[in-house]
């Protein structure tokens, strides 16, 4: 059984969340040959797609989700700024595109949500004493691995 088939998106939008849409005009497609299924058909037909997005450009984004996009996706972004995104999932050209576009939505939700600020903590006195508990055991089995009378 093939996966379920996506669908592009309607009213020129891709929709990622409820804060974030980003207008299809944004998107260039690539089309060229396909490696993937498809028999013979693959020679003659383009249905392979590359999706490029200039995240640099791009004003449907914010600054902080821009940065977290380009930290964690650098390998994926080109010199110019572009994001490279490929489907070739399919046999059919707008099921890839859609595909494409569903790759790009999910990327983009994983870093969407900025990261919570670490605040430091202490040590509780528990954790304290087991740890010194714990290198006090250690410090005796080694101890007991010694030849007795080996201080000199």
Known sequence: MSPPRPTLPAGGHLVVNNRVSIPLSEFDFEYMRSSGPGG???????????????????PSIDGGLRQRIQETYRTRITGEGEFLVTSQRTRDQEANRADCLEKLAEMIRQVAVPPRKRRPTRPTRGSKERRLKNKKQRSRRKEMRRKPGGEE
Do not use: H
Request: aromatic share 6%.
């Open 40 to 58: 013979q058909n693959v020679n003659k037909t383009s249905t392979k797609v590359r999706l490029r997005w200039s995240v640099v450009d791009s």
